[in-house]
């Protein structure tokens, strides 16, 4: 819950004012953000404003308003085009002194603006003071009522729904007449015309002519850009500006949306184009060329005999409809006049002709009938000829065709085939890309799978370093059948079916398995002496050499004899999947 409180500077400034027979004014509301405050507590009376630091916004009172004889209440909107900030601080300050007459503490609020597309928000405070004879103090009477109700979103939606029925009038860009036309007035002068123009449905009027100073000896472009400009109670007007810096429409900082569209060219050598886009105002456009109903069709007869024959013409009364009627030259036919008994029926339809073909030649449609006989029926039809379409077409079938281009949709409007350049032949699903056949070259942009239960699949997954090649070769002599996987730098790993029949697996790297039992059943893991062995006494020429898979571990010289010696061998041991003994 905020906590509220009406300073001492107040009460002082309240008995100050009614000494000198004074009003009190309160005119301005105060937002400050302040580390470490106690939003619970309530303020102290001797409260005193915050450093300018720890103040974030300033804003006039928008309205004040009566509740009763003793209590009047203070107003303020913060618009979306206000922020952004945050504040957990709100006071009401008499500006003429800069005294605080009442605090507010609120849990930190977030004022965010409306800019770059992202939409702001609109915040409406009411602090109510309440104290004896505070209606006369102050000199507010007006009653408190819905003031406070923001209409920004109902007025903007009104503004531009105005301009977008404007819009479908005049199309983007429209000037009436002379309308900010650019004249040369001298070297590095210009003035601009006064007129209405309209810009993406926004009306422009500029009053009275306006003078424009460029810089010389540059090409440049002239452009009127134009906003709807206003505060949020005041009234929104079309402001503009003419500048030389091209760029598209766009919106400022304060969320208005400016619509730019060039006005002239101005060359190096100081001469200007008028490039505007221009036409007379609707009622100058609309003065002389409508018929009245009060003329009576006087208007064609003051045009003269040619307007009065080209009227004639185009109701289909020909030159003799205002003839009198006989049979002579210059009268129209009436009665059994030949003319008329001998002129064609036409309830028959063409069945009273008594040349058929004769009137065809006549009326020249001899070889339109002759191609005629040979066209293909819309209802169907089967051609003996080729069907050519010289220019880019679309064909869908059973569907309409989304793709484009030269294509071919097949029951989905974006499903099918499409050539995308020469020599291309695309293949779509969804509109999705899929496939692509080019010479000697098929692509498939996702998975190649194969199998309609357990499916084998060849994808990728587009974000390798290099590309891959899977291949099959052989040379017809010693590597007859090669199947290899490398990449664009060299390969990988193959494997190999030799000549004799025999299947040869080579990597170019290291063979890392997941799993090192199989391994280890296979290599020696560990080597040992078995149990040692005495042969005996060794003569001066007796053998000296150890057996067959042992080695000799140890001599020792007879003293009892000038040469004997005796020795000592161990067999050798490995351990491959259990210890064995060394054959030889």
Same mark, same amino acid.
């Given at each position: 819950m905020t906590q509220s409180v009406i300073t001492s500077a107040f009460e002082q400034l309240k008995a100050q004012e009614a000494a000198g027979g004074q009003r009190i004014l309160i005119d301005q509301f105060v937002f400050a953000n302040i580390p470490g405050l106690n939003v619970d507590a309530t303020p102290p009376d001797t409260e005193v404003l915050p450093p300018d630091t720890q103040i974030v916004h300033r804003q006039d009172v928008d309205r004040a308003g009566m509740v009763n004889e003793n209590t009047v209440a203070y107003s303020?909107?913060? !618009?979306?085009?206000?922020? *952004?900030?945050?504040?957990?601080?709100? =006071?009401?300050?008499?500006? @003429?002194?800069?005294?605080?007459?009442?605090?507010?503490?609120?849990?930190?609020?977030? #004022?965010?603006?409306?800019?770059?597309?992202?939409q702001g928000n609109t915040l409406v405070y009411s602090e109510v003071m309440e104290y004896a004879g505070a209606s006369a103090s102050t000199g507010i009477t007006t009653p408190v009522s819905t003031w406070q109700i923001d209409f920004t979103a109902r007025l903007h939606g009104m503004d531009e @729904?105005?301009?977008?029925?404007?819009?479908?009038?005049?199309?983007?860009g429209l000037f009436f007449d002379d309308a900010f036309r650019l004249t040369a007035s001298g070297t590095g002068q210009a003035s601009f015309a006064p007129g209405i123009a309209y810009l993406r449905g926004l009306r422009v009027e500029l009053d009275a002519a306006g003078t424009l100073t460029y810089p010389t000896g540059v090409v440049q472009t002239v452009y009127l850009d134009a906003a709807l400009t206003g505060t949020l109670t005041g009234e929104n007007k079309a402001t503009f500006t003419l500048t030389s810096q091209k760029t598209a429409d766009y919106t400022d900082s304060?969320? /208005?949306?400016?619509?730019?569209?060039?006005?002239?060219?101005?060359?190096?050598? =100081?001469?200007?184009?008028?490039?505007?886009?221009?036409? /007379? !105002?609707?009622? *100058?456009?609309?003065? =002389?060329?409508?018929?009245?109903? @009060?003329?009576?069709?006087?208007?064609?007869?003051? #045009? =003269?005999v040619s307007a009065q024959s080209d009227a004639r013409t185009h109701l289909g009364l020909g030159s003799s409809a205002t003839c009198d009627t006989g049979t002579t030259k210059g009268t129209v036919a009436a009665g059994d006049d030949a003319r008329i008994t001998g002129a064609m029926q036409k309830d028959q339809n063409g069945a009273?002709? !008594?040349?058929?073909?004769?009137?065809?030649?006549?009326?020249?449609?001899?070889?339109?009938?002759? /191609?005629a006989a040979g066209a293909v029926q819309k209802t169907g039809d089967t051609m003996t000829g080729k069907l050519t379409l010289p220019q880019t077409s679309a064909f869908g079938v059973n569907t309409d065709n989304a793709l484009g281009g030269s294509s071919i949709a097949i029951g989905d409007n974006d499903t099918g085939i499409k050539q995308n350049a020469d020599g291309v032949l695309d293949f779509y699903a969804n509109g999705q890309l899929v496939a692509r056949i080019q010479p000697g070259t098929l692509f498939v942009i996702n998975a190649v799978q194969a199998g309609d239960g357990k499916k084998l699949a060849l994808s990728s997954n587009n974000n390798s370093a290099l590309g891959a090649n899977f291949n099959l070769w052989g040379n017809g002599g010693d590597r007859p059948t090669v199947i290899e996987l490398g990449d664009d730098e060299s390969w990988h790993l193959y494997s190999q079916r030799n000549a004799d029949g025999s299947i040869q697996f080579c990597t170019v790297g290291q063979v890392v398995p997941g799993n090192y039992g199989n391994f280890d059943a296979r290599y020696v893991q560990n080597v040992q002496r078995g149990a040692p062995v005495s042969p005996g006494k060794i003569d001066e020429y007796g053998p000296a050499e150890?057996?067959?898979?042992?080695?000799?571990?140890?001599?020792?010289?007879? !003293?009892?004899?000038?040469?004997?010696v005796f020795t000592t061998y161990r067999p050798l041991q490995i351990y491959i999947n259990g210890w064995r003994t060394i054959a030889g």
């Open positions: 303020i909107t913060l !618009p979306e085009s206000t922020g *952004d900030f945050t504040f957990n601080w709100m =006071g009401l300050v008499s500006s @003429a002194t800069n005294t605080l007459c009442m605090v507010v503490y609120l849990h930190p609020q977030e #004022k965010i603006k409306t800019a770059n597309g992202k @729904a105005t301009r977008k029925a404007a819009l479908d009038i005049y199309g983007p304060l969320g /208005q949306a400016h619509y730019v569209e060039p006005v002239a060219t101005i060359s190096a050598s =100081g001469d200007i184009t008028d490039i505007r886009k221009t036409r /007379q !105002p609707l009622s *100058d456009r609309l003065d =002389g060329e409508f018929l009245t109903q @009060a003329g009576n069709l006087k208007e064609i007869a003051d #045009k =003269g009273d002709i !008594p040349d058929k073909q004769k009137f065809i030649e006549n009326v020249g449609l001899t070889e339109t009938v002759k /191609q150890a057996p067959a898979g042992c080695v000799l571990t140890n001599a020792r010289h007879d !003293p009892t004899t000038k040469y004997g």
